[in-house]
Nanobody, 119 residues
């Protein structure tokens, strides 16, 4: 069974920074892609950033130039560096991974971590 565990959320002032981490564990054969989604109250879950195994990245227009996705392959961990945070970045952030394991190739989700941008 594969698990994705997020950490690093919290409360930050506008203009501040946070770094989210997501570690994948379990009987993993291959990670095809990992990414971050977010869901604000009353809104649909949306893609924030994604990173494929061959290092292709994709960012939502609203975070381009402020957020950076990266990974540590040895640790099966993906990071989201969030700079110049705005109030509208407030949401629950979810890690997502397309992973091949003993259960086959599936999409996995983390439990979510709250990010609140407020003064």
């Amino acid at each position: 069974q594969v698990q994705l565990v997020e950490s690093g959320g919290g409360l930050v002032q506008p203009g501040g920074s946070l770094r989210l981490s997501c570690a994948a564990s379990g009987s993993i054969f291959r990670i095809y892609s990992m990414g971050w989604y977010r869901q604000a109250p009353g809104k649909q879950r949306e893609l924030v950033a994604s990173l494929t195994a061959n290092s292709n990245t994709n960012y939502a227009d609203s975070v381009k130039g402020r957020f950076t996705i990266s990974r540590d392959n040895a640790k099966n961990t993906v990071y989201l560096q969030m700079d110049s945070l705005k109030r509208e970045d407030t949401a629950v952030y979810y890690c997502n991974g397309q992973i091949d394991s003993v259960s086959g190739r599936r999409i996995y989700w983390g439990q979510g971590t709250q990010v609140t941008v407020s003064s």
